[in-house]
């Protein structure tokens, strides 16, 4: 059963023996374990249908999963691979005021300091099918931090980006790490330089962590380009 809402957990979350099948029966998890060790930028890789993007799913909580636990030391936002899936507001102020909790007050600073932090200061009025791509993504990224988000889950967040795009947000991402935590997924293992550990998800399973670009030369030794994983 899932768990959530444990804020003097030592990790930012932590998934014991998940288990999860889609409707056809098939089996996308496998008692599948991971920790992550603390705040920092921590990335997945692994071929497809590895489990990796259905388990940022059940650990943002769109999916239930069959047995296993997710304990989660802060809450998870998700962002996914195509910004245009999720942004729903006709400007980027009033797609961050959505995501706002509603408690809060002074709302247009609070939207000037969130556009800001992504390096998307003054946008409040732009209107979002103006927005390039990458500063699509970099919204929605806004959009998890206004939530109150402490556990950014990043499903291939560059694959539709262009290659000045990918690093930006890759850089912003790393700008954000020492006070947040993400899980990031990728296909591309020149990324896995920039992580502070990564892992490779096979059968439904997760690896041990490695540094990042010691697990980038052990795939591509594997014989994996550089550049995707299978």
Not at 140 to 162: F, R
Request: charged share 20%; net charge neutral.
């Amino acid at each position: 059963m899932a768990d959530g809402g444990r804020p003097s957990l030592p990790s930012p979350l932590q998934i014991e023996r998940l288990r999860y099948r889609w409707p056809n029966g098939t089996a996308a998890l496998k008692h599948c374990s991971l920790k992550l060790p603390g705040p920092g930028l921590w990335m997945l890789v692994g071929g497809n249908g590895s489990g990796k993007s259905t388990l940022l799913r059940l650990i943002a909580g769109l999916l239930q999963p069959e047995g296993g636990q997710i304990l989660r030391g802060c809450a998870p936002a998700l962002v996914f691979q195509n910004p245009d899936h999720q942004l729903l507001l006709p400007s980027c102020g009033s797609e961050l005021a959505f995501h706002l909790p509603e408690h809060q007050s002074l709302e247009r600073r609070l939207i000037d300091a969130a556009l800001e932090q992504v390096g998307l200061g003054g946008f409040a009025e732009r209107p979002i099918h103006s927005l390039s791509g990458g500063q699509k993504q970099r919204l929605a990224i806004a959009s998890a931090l206004i939530s109150g988000a402490q556990l950014l889950l990043l499903d291939e967040p560059t694959a539709l980006l262009d290659p000045d795009s990918q690093q930006s947000v890759l850089t912003l991402i790393r700008e954000l790490c020492p006070s947040l935590s993400a899980l990031w997924v990728t296909h591309r293992l020149e990324e896995l330089d920039y992580c502070d550990g990564a892992l490779c998800m096979e059968r439904g399973q997760a690896g041990h962590w490695h540094a990042g670009n010691e697990l980038r030369r052990q795939l591509e030794q594997r014989g994996l380009p550089r550049g995707t994983t299978g």
